[in-house]
């Protein structure tokens, strides 16, 4: 929360020249994107949303606001605002009060959580990012982009593209809080005495498939297997926050904001 | 248990090397490495495990539902063990023993969701265009980003649909979406950087040469390249169809022949050069495009050894040509229903039947809309000497209107139906490549839905998906039924044939799920895995 807000604040330099206008190519309200109604956004939130919808939009009672939903197909601006302003009760969320100021600040800041990273203001040196990926921070030991670095960790080609800013920060600071399916961390002993390690890409009582460190497939009948152990913690190390600086880490998150597959404007 | 794991240490072995050109042109074996398992385009597997003995004995081993689909019409690939399929912006690699999914990939940003055919492989990516023309390569292991590179430009009309076909160092796509207007091409792209190599327009700019064959709007002629295409290493030369010239069905503003529209270009893969050009309908004006399979085969014809390129045609003749310099050798009726042309002159023009062009009223014309034969993946059999084929026997009421054509309107200058209504029938022929004549077919009563295709194998079975949701084995000597399962939805895929650790399977796409079979083997009891949670 402390950590978003600050990157709000830091940001108004950069957020001068981002474009916003939705898919249909509308003229989205000012607030969207603006960082001090970002800011004040998210001062509201806190006061009023995050009882039920957790800090940063995590969920709790009410539903996850940064997760959970294909970033591509939430609501559009207008409906958002609809329903901070009416609520849906139906599901237990109340109307909220207030002016139309701030609740378009309040929709700001809900867009701002989900919004793909590359279209979001970033506080962050992306220079000092690109450093610690490719440097002491290892990342590339197991993160490719754009087929540079290692394949046991999700690729990050479209990092910035796929992914809001909260969710790239959180999957730093807190590796595994969203889950890791698909790259858990695993040991298998074949009956035949082989020994692998690697990430379960999928596994089941018959089959499992294992992508090991040199990035090699290893498919895999349980009838093949002695034993194999999951761990119970992301592979992703658990103390980047504690390794970094806020700036460093900053940093980080601006790099991997800027990573994006193809051409922003294309998906407009 | 040893033999276990000595499978085992083969598939994983296997999983590590790379697919080579020489790999591709050995395919199919126990991978299937092309949209039609080889570059020949013959969709022939050498696999033999299954007869026409045991095929009674088939079962299903897997299905894998993918999700959010509706329509499927990819035609998986195979390599070592992994098989890989797409949907429209989706690739998914398989274990194709289990059909558990190692990876996905989805372009969340593609602008556009149309129908996907299928993937390309070559070294360590597999290659897959986006509905929006973004040719993309994947880590084959991983489903990690590469490279992406947009290679047409949706804003004039082109949308992308056939899988990426890997030659040499390149891989070669086409385009769709010249029922509304666009310029058909083919490109070549670098494998490992994606940048263009070369690209060959199917429709002349203004000023160029053939552009005489057209009206105003030649820039927007269509001759679209919506299926893979084929290639012959020996003579360097791909072979690629192409599609209706815009509008469909009015051709009061585009007299004339139309290049390339409706044919089939042979092109040095290496600059994209123009070899040679042959064309089946001539100015069509029934959507008749030219995207039956280029089937490339070696014959005795007329009592001497030739190259020749098979073409069933959308229009109801099936083409026998020489691939070399593309002489046109001779032509049949495919069809029990054509009134068009009485026939195919000796240099390969059809000899029309007046008053058979669509008018403001409606005109009927047989075939119908969809032609005599269309995508649907036709198979050669070298065992047989067979080419097996659907075919479509329907007419239907072609209406036209001379409305100025404006381009990605959705107008095509008239339309088809028909009238009353007639689902037509579906048939898989068998035809003596090499003649054109009917060895034997198999009527496949339905909906007239389908757009299903079929594979051959050398243990003498042709497998089909018929026109009411059923995967059926037929021995492909004499069409005798041996097998049939119902998929329980309607088919728009082609079935492939691949084997892992020495179990041959067959695969196809029904409209939302991928399902795989192979002959029985009683369920042996698994032991839960100590560790396992």
Not at chain 2, 63 to 81: N, T
Not at chain 2, 83 to 112: F, H, Q, S
Not at chain 2, 169 to 188: I, Q
Not at chain 2, 232 to 254: A, H, K, S, V
Request: glycine fraction near 12%; hydrophobic fraction near 40%.
């Amino acid at each position: 929360m402390r950590t978003l807000a600050m990157c709000v604040l830091l940001g108004s330099a950069i957020v001068a020249g981002q474009h916003f206008q939705e898919g249909d190519g509308k003229k989205r309200n000012p607030a969207i994107g603006n960082i001090v109604a970002i800011a004040a956004g998210e001062k509201a939130f806190n006061e009023g949303c995050a009882v039920c919808h957790g800090q940063n939009g995590q969920g709790g009672r009410g539903p996850n606001l940064a997760h959970g939903r294909v970033m591509w197909h939430t609501l559009s601006d207008e409906a958002t605002y609809k329903r901070i302003k009416e609520g849906v009760p139906s599901g237990g969320m109340p109307p909220t009060p207030g002016s139309e100021e701030k609740l378009w600040q309040l929709t700001a800041y809900v867009v701002a959580l989900r919004a793909p990273a590359a279209e979001s203001p970033q506080t962050g040196d992306a220079a000092v990012g690109e450093t610690l990926f490719w440097g002491k921070a290892g990342c590339n030991e197991c993160h490719s982009i754009r087929g540079k670095g290692g394949s046991i960790g999700p690729d990050l080609s479209d990092a910035g593209g796929s992914r809001s800013t909260t969710v790239i920060r959180m999957a730093i600071e807190d590796p595994g809080a969203n889950g890791s399916k698909g790259f858990e961390k695993a040991r298998v002993v074949l009956k035949n005495g082989t020994a692998l390690e690697g990430v379960l890409k999928n596994r089941n009582n018959y089959s499992l498939q294992l992508l090991d460190g040199r990035g090699e497939l290893h498919l895999l009948l349980m009838t093949a297997v002695r034993e194999f152990t999951v761990a119970k913690q992301s592979a992703m190390p658990p103390n980047y926050k504690a390794r970094f600086s806020a700036a460093e880490i900053n940093g980080l998150v601006a790099y991997l904001a800027k990573q994006t597959a193809r051409p922003l404007q294309a998906a407009n | 248990m040893i033999k276990t794991a000595m499978a085992l240490a083969m598939v994983a072995a296997g999983a590590m090397a790379q697919v080579k050109p020489e790999d591709i042109l050995k395919s199919p074996n126990a991978d299937w490495l092309t949209y039609a398992g080889d570059y020949r385009g013959t969709r022939h597997s050498p696999l033999k495990q299954i007869t026409v003995a045991n095929a009674s004995s088939l079962v299903p081993k897997w299905v894998y539902h993918v999700p959010k689909a509706s329509k499927l019409e990819v035609s998986p690939l195979v390599h070592r063990g992994v098989m890989y399929i797409t949907a429209p912006n989706e690739v998914r690699a398989l274990d194709a023993r289990t059909g558990r999914l190692i990876w996905e990939w989805k372009d969340g940003r593609a602008t556009r969701s149309d129908v996907n055919r299928g993937a390309g492989l070559l070294g360590d990516s597999v290659f897959v265009a986006t509905s929006d023309c973004y040719l993309t390569a994947l880590n084959r292991k991983t489903g990690a980003l590469l490279w992406q590179k947009q290679y047409a430009d949706t804003k004039k009309g082109v949308f992308c649909s056939s899988a990426p076909f890997a030659v040499k160092d390149r891989v070669l796509v086409g385009t769709a979406g010249g029922d509304t207007g666009m310029r058909g091409f083919v490109a070549a792209h670098n494998a490992t950087t994606g940048e263009e190599m070369w690209k060959f327009y199917t429709v002349p700019a203004k000023g160029e040469k053939g552009a005489e064959t057209w009206g105003e709007y030649v820039e927007w002629g269509g001759a679209a390249t919506w299926l893979s295409g084929t290639y012959d290493p020996e003579l360097n030369t791909l072979y690629w169809t192409t599609g209706n010239p815009w509008p469909d069905f009015y051709d009061g503003d585009r007299k004339g022949d139309n290049l390339y529209s409706c044919s089939v270009v042979a092109l040095d893969v290496d600059t994209g050069k123009l070899k040679w050009h042959f064309q089946f309908t001539p100015g069509d004006t029934h959507d008749w495009d030219g995207q039956s399979w280029p089937v490339l085969v070696d014959r005795m014809v007329k009592g001497k050894m030739r190259k020749i390129l098979l073409h069933p045609n959308r229009n109801g003749f099936y083409y026998v040509l020489d691939r070399t310099t593309g002489e046109f050798l001779h032509a049949t009726k495919l069809n029990d229903l054509v009134d068009w042309a009485s026939g195919i002159d000796e240099r390969g023009r059809p000899i029309k039947v007046p008053g058979k062009d669509p008018t403001p009223a409606g005109n009927r014309v047989c075939p119908g809309v969809r032609g005599g034969a269309n995508w649907m993946a036709p198979t050669f059999s070298p065992d047989t000497g067979l080419l097996y084929v659907i075919t479509m026997e329907q007419c239907d009421i072609y209406t036209s209107s001379a409305k100025k054509p404006e381009p990605m309107t959705g107008f095509s200058g008239g339309g088809a139906g028909p009238k009353p209504r007639d689902a037509g029938t579906f048939y898989l022929r068998a035809l003596d490549a090499a003649t054109g004549k009917r060895m034997w077919e198999y009527p496949m009563p339905g909906p007239g839905v389908a757009w299903s295709g079929t594979v051959s194998t050398a243990g003498g079975v042709v497998f089909v998906g018929d026109d009411e949701g059923q995967l059926v084995a037929l021995d492909a000597k004499s069409g005798r039924h041996l097998w049939h399962f119902q998929m329980g939805e309607d088919l728009f895929a082609s079935p492939i044939t691949y084997a892992v650790d020495g179990k041959q399977y067959v695969a196809i796409a029904s409209a939302t799920a991928v399902f795989s079979f192979g002959l029985f083997e009683p369920a042996q009891s698994v032991e839960l895995v100590k560790g396992a949670r």
